[in-house]
């Protein structure tokens, strides 16, 4: 693994955490809601308790659940990048001898 990927890895791992952290719950629960919605304008209202029912309920958890950790976990890349590039920018200018430069 190259050394320039670790921010990015680091900055989507982090991103990850936050989405367990922040959102995993809100996430359940207003995918459960657009589940429901969905079971409700297929099958009619009030919802009753089948199996199809269900799957679309967890179907639109599911669903949102994995949209949001996926914006959670790329921005988090983004951004680790971001700041990846920023520090080697600023980070002070080293001498590279040939035989080091030979080796990359």
């Known amino acids: 693994m190259r050394k320039h990927n670790l921010p990015v890895l680091l900055g989507a791992g982090l991103g ?9 719950l809100p996430t359940l629960v207003y995918g ?5 919605l969905l079971a409700g304008g297929i099958f009619g209202t009030p919802v009753e308790q ?13 669903l949102g659940v ?6 959670f976990t790329i921005a988090g890349a983004a951004s680790g990048a971001l700041v990846g590039t920023i520090v ?9 001898s040939k035989a080091e430069s030979l080796v990359k």
């Open 16 to 24: 990850f955490v936050v989405f367990l952290a922040v959102a995993l």
């Open 32 to 36: 459960g809601y657009a589940g429901l």
């Open 50 to 62: 089948t199996i199809l029912s269900r799957g679309l309920i967890v179907f639109g958890m599911s």
């Open 66 to 71: 994995t949209a949001v950790a996926f914006l």
């Open 88 to 96: 080697k920018q600023l980070a002070p200018k080293t001498e590279v």
